[in-house]
């Protein structure tokens, strides 16, 4: 009876210390995919990305918000460099991810930042007849690599 309870002690110590160790190497990943972002924001592109993948590495196949939020991040990343091919395949693997954890709202926010960058500029055109003439105005807006709209005229 002792030898049963101290192997079963034992085995709870040791499935308590797995625990506290896959709890930090999450939340080890979770740190590596702030510091990325937060490096994305500051123009630090190559160490953004570093953390970034670091971080992904960690939580892919663990735990998907987290899987779908590197994504996002890397995206754009990727938007941010001016590396729209790259931007997209991210973008769309973090929206697929989103959906099958039905984040709507999620979701909705990557199809909107996708629908930027896919679309490489939308033209608007008006025409104004009035007493001095037929006036003819076109304008196309894109989004720009900082997340900002452009406007051609």
């Known amino acids: ?68 939020t590197a994504y996002e991040n890397l995206g754009l990343l990727y938007r941010d460099q001016g590396r729209t091919d790259e931007a997209i395949i991210n973008l769309r693997k973090a929206l697929k991810i989103y959906k099958d954890l039905r984040s709507a709202t999620s979701a909705k926010a990557i199809t909107a930042m996708l629908e930027g960058i896919e679309e490489k500029e939308q033209l608007y055109a008006g025409i104004e007849i009035g007493a001095n003439g037929v006036k003819l105005s076109v304008v196309g807006i894109r989004l720009g690599i900082e997340g900002h709209y452009l406007f051609d005229i």
């Open 1 to 68: 009876m002792k030898t049963f309870l101290s192997a079963f002690v034992l085995s709870i110590f040791l499935y308590s210390s797995l625990l506290a160790q896959k709890q930090e190497s999450e939340n080890q990943a979770l740190e590596y995919i702030k510091t990325g972002n937060t490096l994305r924001e500051s123009a630090q592109f190559e160490r953004a990305e570093e953390f970034l993948l670091l971080g992904l590495k960690e939580v892919k196949d663990n735990n998907k918000y987290w899987e779908a």
